[in-house]
C-alpha cells in the first residue's frame, strides 16, 4: 500500500510558499487553514486600526505609540482573527462546499470535525480574553461589546447587500480600543479613526468580493460587489475617499504634523493605486490589490507613529 497524498496543502487564495505551510505537520494543517494562518493579511488588516489608534494616541501625548500596547495587538489580532475565521467556517460550512474557492477549507472537505474546529475556537478566544483582560476596565468592557458585531457577521450575506459594512463594524474595533487602552476612555479622534477604518474596510472587503461574485450568485450569497456590479470602481473609489478624509480629521485633532501628513498623503496615494487597478480585474488581479491592504494600513500607522516619535 501507498501513503495517502497531503490533503490540500494550500487553499486558492493562500500563498503556497509560505513558511507556515512548509512547516505545518500534515495533522496541524486543517486547524491552520481554519485560522487563516497560512493567509497572514486578515490578522494585518485587523491589526492595522489597532496600531493607528495606538500611534494616534501616542501622538496626543506627544510620543510614540505605546510598544507593549503595539505587541498585546499584535497577539490579539492573530487569535481574534482565527477565532472569527474558524466561526466563520462553522457557520458557513455548507455554503463554501457551493463555492469554488472554499469548497477545500477544512470543514467542507471533511478533513476536520465540527467538533475538533469548535474546541479550536475555544482555545483562540481564550488567548484573545487573556490579552484583553491586560488593558484597563474601560477597554475590556469596550472589547466586550464588540462580540455582538462579530458574532452577526459571518450571517449577514444571508439578509442584506452590505455584509461589508457588518465586516466595517468589526474590523475597525481596534481603532477605539488602541486608543482607550491609553486613556481609559474614547474621545473624537478615535472615533473619527474608527468611521475611517470602517470606510476603508467596505472598499477593500469589495475588492476582495470581486472574486467570487460569479458563485456568490448561483449560491444566493449577498455582497457590495454584486451589489455594485459595474459601478464597483466608483463605489470602491468613494468608500476610499471617505476613508482618507475622515483619517485625515483624526491626525489633525489629535495632534497632526508634518511626518503624519507625509504619511497620510501616501497612505491616500496608495488608495488611489487600488481603485486603478479594479477596473475589470480577474479574480487574480483582485486578490493582489486587496492584500496590498496591509501596505495602506501599516503606511498610516508608520506615519503617525513616526510623527509622535520624531516630531
Sequence with gaps: MTAAPRPAASLPDARPASLVLRLTPDFALPFVQLARLDRPIGWQLLLAPCWQATALAGLALHRGPNLWHVLLFLIGAIAMRGAGCTYNDILDRKLDAAVERTRNRPLPAGRVTIGAAAAFLVAQALVGLAVLLSFNRFSIWLGVASLGVVAIYPLMKRVTSWPQAALGLAFSWGALMGWSATFASLAAAPILLYLSAFAWTIGYDTIYALQDARDDAIVGIRST?????????????????????????????????????????????????????????DPATALRVFRSNRDAGFILFAGIALEGWLG
Design 225 to 281: 460587489a454584486r451589489l455594485f456590479g459595474p459601478r464597483a470602481q466608483l463605489a470602491v473609489g468613494l468608500f476610499y475617499a471617505a476613508s482618507a478624509a475622515l483619517a485625515f480629521a483624526a491626525i489633525e485633532l489629535a495632534g497632526g504634523g508634518a511626518i503624519a501628513l507625509i504619511g497620510w498623503l501616501v497612505f491616500c496615494s496608495h488608495l488611489a493605486w487600488q481603485v486603478m487597478r479594479i477596473e475589470g480585474a
